[in-house]
């Protein structure tokens, strides 16, 4: 007999995965491109759907791929690798989104916000040319003004008005690095930015159940500098997560213990940080993207943050500006987002077909939020309300 699928811990406990490795659901982000602004992409070309390579430290000039720091292949992978270089061990959360590469950051992992704020006008100026339906911003810098008169928060938010999902990553201050005790209000910019989808990282310790999660010592908490908003907007994983990697890249060649090999090939690496739990959410984004065409048009952004939180499965003993909604549920947040019936009349009822509130992940039925929070206005539900305005 043929040996089924193995299964992968992350896609299992995302719920986009059963345990014998069969996927629970036929999106995957095909039709959909997710643009990364980051140090670039050096890995296996063809373990990934890439599209096109700008490079923002040179003017934004069409270049061939390439990665001299490394942090951007392994954010990349996370969506979109296919697993072709590990046998099929190693894929993406959307192995059939594409991927445009926006080179900002050097081979040390420092750039210029002036690049990034580039590199986002770039991808809304040409967001139907490149079919540009996330932009994913794992990187950023500490809160310096109100969001308001942030230039990059600024450049984040048209970004939104324009249609496009903009996932940011929260930032890694959300510890002491001896004691590992929580601090609060380290979220960095654009994480401010009240349009964008905010995401900490989660523990899952490898693991598919939920039932031993917890948010990261070093996620950055809530609430924003300045503004107060409340972030994150949720959790995904983001710890020990393995994916691709330009060997030879200044990441690779420093921790050499971070390298991991499958299949023969060590293009492969284990790292931690928001930075990798955004992806994650990127790689869900597109899925939901896709799905919602289906029913006739993409969703908006307003609508697929709203999707993410209210199918997210809190986690027990963290609080809202730790893990906001909760965890990310992709199973759910997919099968809400087929759901909705976009050609609903207005006031009519808008769902296609019933959707039970619930996820099987892991053999364990688990209740979603059903709660939305919302960075300067309000938490709806059943938990502690925070609002920015207070």
């Known amino acids: 007999t043929t040996a089924g699928p193995s299964s992968s811990p992350l896609l299992e406990t995302l719920g986009l995965q059963s345990p014998d490795g069969t996927p629970t659901t036929s999106v995957n982000g095909s039709a959909v491109n997710v643009a990364f602004i980051d140090s670039g992409f050096g890995g296996n070309a063809n373990d990934l759907k890439l599209m096109e390579v700008f490079d923002f430290r040179n003017g934004g000039v069409a270049r061939d791929a390439y990665d001299t720091y490394g942090h951007g292949t392994h954010v990349a992978g996370l969506v979109g690798s296919q697993g072709n270089k590990s046998g099929g061990q190693v894929k993406g959360v959307a192995t059939g989104a594409g991927v445009i590469v926006m080179r900002v950051l050097d081979d040390q992992g420092n750039g210029y916000t002036s690049d990034v704020i580039d590199a986002v006008n770039y991808a809304v ?25 942030d230039p990059l928060v600024q450049a984040v938010e048209n970004a939104v008005a324009n249609g496009i999902v903009v996932v940011v990553a929260a930032g890694n ?3 002491d690095p001896a004691s590992h005790a929580p601090r609060y209000a380290g979220i960095t910019s654009p994480g401010n930015a009240p349009s964008a989808i905010t995401v900490g990282a989660a523990e899952t310790l490898q693991t598919a159940t939920r039932g031993d999660d917890a948010v990261a010592w070093f996620s950055s908490r809530g609430p924003s500098w300045y503004d107060g908003y409340q972030k ?5 994983p983001g710890s ?5 990697i330009a060997s030879g890249s200044t990441i690779y060649s420093a921790y050499p213990g971070g390298i991991v090999t499958q299949q023969g090939s060590s293009a492969y690496f284990k790292m931690s940080g928001t930075s990798m739990a955004a992806p994650v959410v990127s790689g869900l984004v597109a899925s939901m993207l896709q799905a919602s065409t289906l029913n006739g048009r993409p969703l908006t952004p307003n609508a697929v943050k709203a999707i993410l939180e209210y199918t997210a499965i809190p986690m027990a003993g963290a609080d809202v500006l730790s893990q906001g909604a909760g965890m990310v549920n992709g199973l759910g947040a997919v099968t809400l987002a087929a759901a909705i019936d976009q050609k609903a009349a207005p ?12 996820t099987t992940i892991a053999g364990t039925s688990l209740a979603w939020s059903q709660r939305v929070v919302w960075g300067d206005r309000v938490v709806w539900g059943d938990s502690t309300v925070w609002s920015g305005n207070e």
């Open 232 to 236: 994150p907007d949720v959790v995904a």
């Open 173 to 175: 201050f959300g510890g």
């Open 125 to 149: 100026a040409n967001k139907n040319a490149l079919g540009i339906g996330v932009i994913n911003l794992s990187l950023g810098h500490p809160i310096y003004e109100p969001a308001g008169t």
């Open 240 to 244: 020990h997560l393995v994916s691709n």
């Open 347 to 358: 006031g009519a009822w808008w769902l296609k077909t019933s959707v039970t509130p619930s």
